[in-house]
């Protein structure tokens, strides 16, 4: 049986204007345990 994981994933984003904006991006993810929802992603 499968469980909803909500996982974030921060990362360094360039805009348009040239600056460098750190961002967090949630994902929901479809894993039987977090290590398995961490290597999805």
Same mark, same amino acid.
Do not use: H, Q
């Given at each position: ?10 990362? $360094?984003?360039?805009? $348009? ?12 993810? $479809? ?11």
């Amino acid at each position: 049986m499968y469980n909803w994981f909500e996982c974030k994933v921060r990362y $360094d984003k360039t805009l $348009d204007t040239g600056m460098i904006k750190t961002v967090t991006e949630p994902y929901l993810v $479809d894993a039987m345990s977090f290590t398995e929802a961490e290597a999805r992603i």
